[in-house]
Each structure stands twice: as structure tokens, then as C-alpha cells.
């Protein structure tokens, strides 16, 4: 049985790299791991943890979706002049953040477009923030991909090793 622990983790590292203690247990010919099995081990505990960030990563997406496409339903109200202001103005501040150019009513076309104003620059940022968070997904998935594939071609190396051996008797 192989136990991983970990005793650090990297503040500097990219996906938070951690310090670990790899021993086990039950292992033939004692409690020693082998280069392969603390190349596994290591391997398959990075992709875990770029398995963890592209989940909180896709969580923090599909929440600022929602928001994006809450926002365009927000921005055509008070381009139409058909929005419940006070409720409108309420999601735009406590859900969305806005806390600045926002008239108190809307009950004028200048009023109207001073909020959309508003509200355009908060869906750009958003937008490029998806934008990046997209990026920063894409990335994740590659280096996860790579530790899989590490762990798969060691793997194979460690059986094409043994094969070689057994062959050789």
C-alpha cells in the first residue's frame, strides 16, 4: 500500500506544488518504494491536484455565466425603460458590484444611459475576466493531461522493463 502525505505546499510553485512524503506498507522485499513507484506516485498526485483547480476553476465560470447572462437581461431593461429600478439597482450593487455610476432612478433617457454606461463597463470586465479564467481552464487541463500521460508512459516503461527481463531467462 503506498500513502502519500503532505507536509508543504508551495506558495510559488504554479497549482500550488506541494512537499510530500511518499512511504508504504506491504511492499515486497520491504517497506522501500521503487523509482517507479515514486514516479507514479508523484505524478498521479499532480493531476489530482490540476483535477481539483479545473473543477473550482469550471465552478467559477459557470457562476460568472450566469451572472453575464443576468446582466444582459439587466442591461436591456434599462435600455428599454421597462426595469424595476429599485430591484434592477439592488442586483447591479449587491450581486454584480457596481458602486459607482449609477443614477438613483432611471426615469430619464440621460438617467437610463448613465446606468447602462455603467453596466457596460461592468460587463466588459467581467467578460474579460471569463476570458482569462477560460485561459487559465485551458491550462489546467493541459497540465493535467501531461501528468496522466507521465504516469501512463512510466507505466509502460516500468512493463516493457519487466518483459525485457523475463525475456532474458
Known amino acids: 500500500m503506498l500513502y502519500v502525505e503532505t507536509i508543504a505546499t508551495n506558495r ?3 497549482a500550488g506544488a ?3 512524503n511518499l512511504y508504504s506498507t506491504g511492499v515486497e522485499g520491504g517497506d522501500h518504494l521503487t523509482i517507479g513507484q515514486l514516479a507514479i506516485a ?3 498526485r499532480s493531476a489530482a491536484a490540476y483535477e481539483a483547480q479545473s473543477v473550482l476553476k469550471m465552478n467559477r465560470m459557470t457562476s460568472g455565466s450566469q451572472k453575464l447572462s443576468q446582466a444582459a437581461v439587466c442591461l436591456q431593461e434599462i435600455s428599454d425603460g421597462t426595469a424595476d429600478w429599485p430591484t434592477t439597482k439592488a442586483y447591479l450593487v449587491n450581486v454584480l458590484g457596481i458602486t459607482e455610476g449609477l443614477p438613483d432612478s432611471i426615469d430619464t433617457y440621460a438617467k437610463r444611459m448613465t446606468a447602462v454606461a455603467a453596466l457596460k463597463a461592468k460587463v466588459d470586465a467581467m467578460t474579460q475576466s471569463q476570458q482569462e479564467d477560460m485561459i487559465d481552464m485551458q ?3 493541459n497540465r493535467r493531461d501531461v ?3 507521465a504516469s501512463s508512459n ?3 516503461a516500468l512493463g516493457s522493463s519487466l518483459e525485457n527481463a523475463a525475456s532474458n531467462f
Request: glycine share 0%; charged share 10%; hydrophobic share 60%.
Open 139 to 141: 491550462t489546467l487541463v
Open 12 to 14: 510559488n510553485a504554479p
Open 18 to 20: 506541494e512537499a510530500i
Open 42 to 44: 508523484v505524478s498521479m
Open 147 to 149: 501528468a496522466f500521460s
Open 154 to 156: 512510466i507505466v509502460k
